[in-house]
């Protein structure tokens, strides 16, 4: 699976982004998809999670209630809309695709490249 993240950029706070993630070479509606997230000099942090049917999802208690994670099957594309975006909402956002519906990285066989976004205060 090859996954093409986009989407990132420079919103203040309070505002919104909508992150994309095309994936390409397999069936995608058989892979859990989820979004990363990581800060200079600190772990990859999860942030939510969407099960393959899109029936799942799980969301990191920080970003619940501002963060949607949604998939369209048919365009192999998964999304997460942030909204009311804070400063520390600031990071490098990775899209992954697993077999398995989990948030452990390690089960994320296939990353995207990773799209920066920043949010100002």
């Known amino acids: 699976v090859q996954l093409q993240a986009s989407g990132g950029g420079l919103v203040q706070a309070g505002g919104s982004l909508r992150l994309s993630c095309v994936a390409s070479g397999r069936t995608f509606s058989n892979y859990a998809m989820i979004w990363f997230r990581q800060c200079p000099g600190k772990e990859r942090e999860f942030v939510a999670v969407?099960?393959?049917?899109?029936?799942?999802?799980n969301y990191v208690d920080s970003v619940k209630g501002r963060f949607t994670i949604s998939r369209d099957n048919a365009k192999n594309t998964v999304y997460l809309q942030m909204n009311s975006m804070k400063p520390e909402d600031t990071a490098v956002y990775y899209c992954a695709a697993s077999s398995y519906y989990t948030i452990i990285p390690r089960s994320y066989n296939y990353w995207g490249q990773g799209t920066q976004v920043t949010v100002s205060s």
């Open positions: 969407i099960s393959g049917s899109g029936g799942l999802t």
